[in-house]
Nanobody
Framework: QVQLVESGGGSVQAGGSLRLSCAASGRTSPSYAMGWFRQAPGKERRFVAAVSWNGGSTYYADSVEGRFTISRDNAKDTVYLQMNSLQPEDTAVYYC????????????????WGQGTQVTVSS
């Protein structure tokens, strides 16, 4: 079975930075786009960023464009999310997914989910 282990979350003041990591195991090849979603209190889980299987293409939600950077290391089956200039509205539980696809223009997680890591940004 595919297992995901997320790490890197924590508490930071507005303007600070965090780097999230998600390590996958049980995959035979890194053939999927991988990505990150987040869920804030009282809201639905929403797309944050995705990266193609070879790292050549990246995609971001408008709310994080220019502040977040997604990358992957296929040798380690790991995807990263560098988050800079964090704001209180970024506070959420962040989840990674091993198979991100587009459905009717929306990004969805079709593969396994991680357990989530909490990011809290205070003002």
């Amino acid at each position: 079975q595919v297992q995901l282990v997320e790490s890197g979350g924590g508490s930071v003041q507005a303007g600070g930075s965090l780097r999230l990591s998600c390590a996958a195991s049980g995959r035979t090849s890194p053939s999927y786009a991988m990505g990150w979603f987040r869920q804030a209190p009282g809201k639905e889980r929403r797309f944050v960023a995705a990266v193609s299987w070879n790292g050549g293409s990246t995609y971001y939600a408008d709310s994080v464009e220019g502040r977040f950077t997604i990358s992957r290391d296929n040798a380690k089956d790991t995807v990263y999310l560098q988050m800079n200039s964090l704001q209180p509205e970024d506070t959420a539980v962040y989840y990674c997914n091993v198979d991100v696809r587009t459905v009717l223009g929306d990004y969805v997680g079709a593969g396994s989910w991680g357990q989530g890591t909490q990011v809290t940004v205070s003002s």
